[in-house]
């Protein structure tokens, strides 16, 4: 199946801090999803973007569509100590879903 | 709104013992319905998907089998569990193919 690369594996970052995590693919996607993921818990969407270029915020969170539809990008501002989780991100194409490795975010008060 | 239920939401079964998970999504029709395994918290597997009633795609050639005998029911079975079959089962669904949202998951421990 498709595979999208996404970095980083691993964050510790101080409570206050911004963070940015990527995902990139060598096939062309027509929506990009971003979720995060509690321990024990169903991932949870967070955002989602759906055109190529598309600039969308939830709260701290910042996400965007590459242009060449081929990667995304997820921000977040000012860390808490609850952004603590894996975050997924997903392109679909077709029938699918196909889902990036995960970051797993630590966040130190 | 929709929501999604998974039950059971932990299970410990015996080797070789059979397996039935249940998906059920409330509140929207005709969703297609997938079955995901995931393993050490990362890398979400696609085992199944369902674009309608009776209607199973596998991906993934393997000991489990998929059913929907209805709407918006998923089945996920095994005649005879392995070992390998431990791991967080995530059932989800969507509309349009455009968004996809998850249930809670059930944990599986074969011991």
């Known amino acids: 199946g498709q595979q999208l690369n996404q970095s980083p594996q691993s964050m510790f970052i101080q409570e206050g801090e911004d963070v940015s995590m990527n995902c990139t693919s060598s096939?062309?996607?027509?929506?990009w999803l971003w979720y995060k993921q509690d321990p024990g818990e169903g991932p949870v969407l967070l955002i989602a973007l759906y055109k190529a270029g598309e600039l969308t915020s939830n709260g701290r969170l910042t996400a965007q569509f590459g242009i060449t539809r081929k990667d995304s990008f997820l921000n977040i501002s000012a860390s808490i100590p609850s952004d603590v989780g894996i975050y997924f991100c997903a392109g679909h194409t077709g029938n699918q879903f196909y889902f990036g490795t995960g970051t797993s975010l630590t966040v130190i008060p | 709104s929709q929501t999604i239920h998974q039950w059971p939401a932990t299970l410990v079964q015996p080797v070789g013992s059979p397996l039935s998970l249940e998906c059920t999504v409330e509140g929207t029709s005709n969703p297609n319905l997938y079955w995901y395994r995931q393993a050490a918290g990362r890398g979400l597997q696609l085992l199944f998907y369902?674009?309608?009633?009776?209607?199973i795609s596998s991906e993934v050639p393997q000991n489990l089998s998929a059913s929907r005998p209805q709407d918006r029911q998923f089945i996920l079975s095994s005649k005879k569990l392995l070992l390998s079959d431990s791991g967080f089962y995530l059932c989800?669904?969507?509309?349009?193919?455009?968004?996809?949202?998850f249930g809670p998951g059930t944990r599986l421990l074969v011991l």
């Open positions: 369902s674009v309608g009633i009776g209607q």
């Open positions: 096939s062309i996607f027509n929506t």
């Open positions: 989800a669904w969507s509309v349009s193919q455009e968004t996809q949202y």
